[in-house]
C-alpha cells in the first residue's frame, strides 16, 4: 500500500508563486513513479507533470515554462514549484504514483493518489 500527503497549496493573486509537496510512504522509492493532477470545480481531472527516477520530466503544454516538477528520492518527496500562476490555474492538486511503464500523465496509468491540496489564485 502506498500513502501519498500533498502539502503547500493556498491563496495567491496572480503572478504569485507556491511550492506543492508530496510525502510518499509504504512503498520502496524504485518501485513507482510520481506526477502531479489537477482538478478544477466543475472540470475532469487532467494531468500537470510527471517525473521518471532518471529525472526525465513531462508538462501539459499549458503549465509549460511556468511550473518545475521535482523529487527527493533519499526523502521519498514530491515537489511541483509553481511560478507565474494564473486564475486559471485554481483547482484542487493530487499526486499520484503509477508503475514504471504507464503511460504518462494518463489518468488510469496512476494506482495511487493522495486526497489534494487546494490552490486559489485571484485575479
Known amino acids: 500500500q502506498v500513502q501519498l500527503v500533498e502539502s503547500g497549496g493556498g491563496s495567491v493573486q496572480a503572478g504569485g508563486s507556491l511550492r506543492l509537496s508530496c510525502a510518499a510512504s509504504?512503498?520502496?522509492?524504485?518501485?513507482?513513479?510520481m506526477g502531479w493532477f489537477r482538478q478544477a470545480p466543475g472540470k475532469g481531472r487532467e494531468g500537470v507533470a510527471d517525473?521518471?527516477?532518471?529525472?526525465?520530466?513531462i508538462y501539459a503544454d499549458s503549465v509549460k515554462g511556468r511550473f518545475t516538477i521535482s523529487q527527493d528520492n533519499a526523502n521519498d518527496t514530491l515537489y511541483l514549484q509553481m511560478n507565474s500562476l494564473k486564475p486559471e490555474d485554481t483547482a484542487m492538486y493530487y499526486c499520484?504514483?503509477?508503475?514504471?511503464?504507464?503511460?504518462?500523465?494518463?489518468?488510469?496509468?496512476?494506482?495511487?493518489w493522495g486526497r489534494g491540496t487546494q490552490v486559489t489564485v485571484s485575479s
Open positions: 499520484a504514483a503509477r508503475p514504471r511503464n504507464r503511460p504518462r500523465l494518463w489518468i488510469g496509468s496512476y494506482d495511487y
Open positions: 509504504g512503498y520502496t522509492s524504485r518501485s513507482y513513479y
Open positions: 517525473i521518471d527516477r532518471d529525472g526525465s520530466t
